[in-house]
């Protein structure tokens, strides 16, 4: 079988957050220490045939209300790379927290792809508790449940391919139905981590995160996210600084804006 044609993958930084203990970043974490700044990531991936938006970021009054740093926003960054949100067709959800899906709404001709275990979750009895409903935002979930009615979700079961050379795998771990994105490029298999894994911290010294449906789910993720890329250092965690660092910007115009992962990492 021939080959899938490559993607060219980026990843868009549009927000941050400072000032983070090591508690807040790592289960066991010492509080008294400074722990890794967290940044706030969308995707983009694109082949010549087809292209995808992976999450949309958070609404800018929600990032506000939770003390989220705004530095640009995601239809302007995506604009930057060529692409006219109102005409994007495909958008990957991978779990339905706020500021991975805060603004769905700028995609008017988008089909969302999201896992069933993740609406079901969003949805169901955990939400009643405020340690699993608190990266949560209740207009944001009702707002996607109206999508379905409109037929716009379309919903995948565990592992999915979307298209030659890029595919969807339930995680799960910090939601029940967290999805990573696997996609093909020039350098081999890159994977999206989302929030399977925030930090390469959380990869490497083997720590989760502290905002977990399923701890045992979590940690088993690593396991599959490395299985699922060519390479270790091709599985981009969520929230790194280190992944505007370790990657070039497509362009000097982009710097601290966005940086093409279909490259190797430095370092």
Do not use: C
């Amino acid at each position: 079988m021939p080959k899938p044609e490559p993607y060219e993958v980026f990843a868009l930084k549009y927000a941050t957050l400072g000032k983070r203990r090591a508690d807040e970043n790592f289960m066991g974490g010492d509080p008294h220490e400074r722990g890794s700044n967290l940044d706030y990531f969308l995707w983009l991936a694109r082949s010549k045939r087809r292209s995808f938006v992976i999450d949309t970021g958070f609404d800018p009054k929600v990032g506000r209300r939770r003390g989220r740093r705004m530095l640009t926003p995601p239809e302007r960054g995506l604009e930057l790379l060529g692409v006219d949100v109102k005409k994007v067709k495909d958008v990957i959800v991978t779990h339905l927290h706020y500021d991975h899906v805060g603004n769905f709404g700028l995609f008017p001709s988008a089909t969302f792809h999201l896992q069933d275990d993740e609406m079901a979750y969003a949805t169901g009895r955990h939400m009643a508790n405020g340690f699993f409903n608190y990266a949560y935002e209740p207009d944001e979930v009702v707002g996607m449940v109206r999508e379905v009615y409109k037929g716009r979700v379309r919903f995948h079961d565990g592992d999915a391919e979307l298209a030659p050379g890029l595919s969807v795998h339930r995680i799960g771990g910090h939601t029940r139905g967290l999805q990573a994105v696997r996609i093909h490029t020039r350098v081999g298999w890159v994977v999206l981590a989302s929030d399977a894994a925030h930090l390469y911290e959380n990869l490497e010294s083997a720590r989760p995160f502290p905002i977990v449906f399923d701890v045992g789910r979590m940690v088993e993720g690593w396991r599959r996210l490395r299985e699922l890329a060519d390479a270790p250092e091709q599985v981009v965690p969520g929230h790194d600084p280190l992944v505007m660092k370790r990657y070039r910007a497509p362009r000097k115009a982009l710097e601290g804006i966005a940086v093409r992962l279909d490259r190797r990492p430095r370092g």
